[in-house]
């Protein structure tokens, strides 16, 4: 059975900072592309980013395209999304993906992902 359960959000101000972290387990976590997707209130879930199965490649979204950094340590089956110069809009639940698919580019297409995290809020406000 795939888990992915992320953690790390929280309040932070306009400006600041905060890194989550998304567990995986009951896959082969070093060939899988994993991502990263927002859902803020009102609105669409939207794609941020994806890293592939070695970490060698990634994928932004522009809206946090030099802002944001997707990382992945496949020694703890752990990826992260460090999240920098947090604007309001930003607000929303994040939720971790995996491509089921092996050894895929990172795609920002979310039906290429099969297994979802449960999602963490992040608040940027002052």
């Known amino acids: 059975q795939v888990q992915l359960v992320e953690s790390g959000g929280g309040l932070v101000q306009p400006g600041g900072s905060l890194r989550v972290s998304c567990e995986a387990s009951g896959l082969t976590f070093s060939s899988n592309s994993m991502g990263w997707f927002r859902r803020a209130p009102g609105k669409e879930r939207e794609f941020v980013a994806a890293i592939n199965w070695s970490g060698s490649t990634t994928n932004y979204a522009d809206s946090v395209k030099g802002r944001f950094t997707i990382s992945r340590d496949n020694a703890k089956n752990t990826f992260y999304l460090k999240m920098n110069q947090l604007k309001p809009e930003d607000t929303a639940v994040y939720y971790c993906?995996?491509?089921?698919?092996?050894?895929?580019?990172?795609?920002?297409?979310?039906?290429?992902?099969?297994?979802w995290g449960q999602g963490t809020q992040v608040t940027v406000s002052s």
């Open positions: 993906a995996a491509d089921s698919r092996d050894y895929r580019a990172p795609t920002s297409l979310s039906v290429q992902y099969k297994y």
